[in-house]
């Protein structure tokens, strides 16, 4: 079974619409993140998370709102979809106290979003 | 502001050697991390260099210059499954991660 897995995998909705991306982890790590991959340009962190009880915007969080249910869930949400948040959404985990100061980042297999 | 430099896409020959070089001007300094992602697929870790010099591992290795803001990631006895993007990414005073465009590599036989 895959360490970091996201729901659902593709997803066509329309403007104005709410959408809800799911990220669950069976790693046990305590560090969670959101990010959106377009094409030509880097992953853009949207949310992270080091706790349960911390949440923490990154550099593109407008339009966006997260829900950390539980060490091993993180939810992403589009309050009001508009197109140019058409992407490739990553959800990733890590843990420094398994990788010490490297704090390695572990990638789901992302959620390809078509806003119309 | 923070940037990450990358060739969009480099061209080698199965068997051969590859250097993919990354460049960065970032606020703070606190490691430097090479992932692999196949297309449609989730990044891979790679390797991390957080002092100077070469790290090795099997026919990936990876070197860091933090006077120059340069590192390399340096693929060895190509095979046609290396035919991927490389994502370079530095990881500032914040400890974020700030991430290149990435490096497509294309593999030819």
């Known amino acids: 079974d895959a360490d970091v897995t996201q729901t659902p995998r593709n997803r066509i909705t329309k403007t104005g619409k709410r959408i809800m991306l799911e990220c669950s982890q069976t790693?046990?790590?305590?560090?969670m993140y959101w990010y959106r991959q377009d094409p030509g340009l880097g992953l853009r962190l949207i949310y992270y998370?080091?706790?349960?009880?911390?949440?923490n915007k990154g550099e593109i969080s407008d339009g966006y709102s997260v829900s950390r249910q539980a060490q091993a869930k993180f939810s992403l949400s589009l309050e009001s979809a508009i197109p140019n948040q058409t992407a490739l959404y990553f959800c990733?985990?890590?843990?420094?106290?398994?990788?010490?100061?490297?704090?390695?980042?572990?990638f789901g297999p992302g959620t390809r979003l078509t806003v119309l | 502001g923070q940037n990450i430099d990358q060739p969009t896409e480099m061209t080698a020959t199965e068997g051969a050697i590859v250097q993919i070089n990354c460049t960065y001007q970032?606020?703070?300094?606190?490691?430097l991390f090479w992932y692999q992602q196949h297309a449609g697929e989730a990044p891979t870790f790679l390797s991390y260099?957080?002092l100077d010099g070469l790290e090795e591992k099997g026919r990936f290795s990876s070197f860091l210059s933090r006077s120059k803001g340069y590192s390399y990631l340096l693929l060895k006895e190509l095979q046609m499954k290396d035919s991927a993007s490389y994502l370079c990414?530095?990881?500032?005073?914040?400890?974020?991660?700030?991430w290149g465009a990435g490096t497509k590599l294309i593999i030819k036989p």
């Open positions: 990733a985990t890590s843990d420094p106290g398994t990788s010490g100061d490297v704090d390695t980042q572990y």
């Open positions: 970032t606020s703070g300094f606190n490691g």
């Open positions: 990414a530095v990881r500032d005073s914040n400890y974020q991660l700030i």
């Open positions: 998370s080091f706790d349960v009880k911390d949440i």
């Open positions: 790693k046990g790590h305590d560090r």
């Open positions: 260099n957080v």
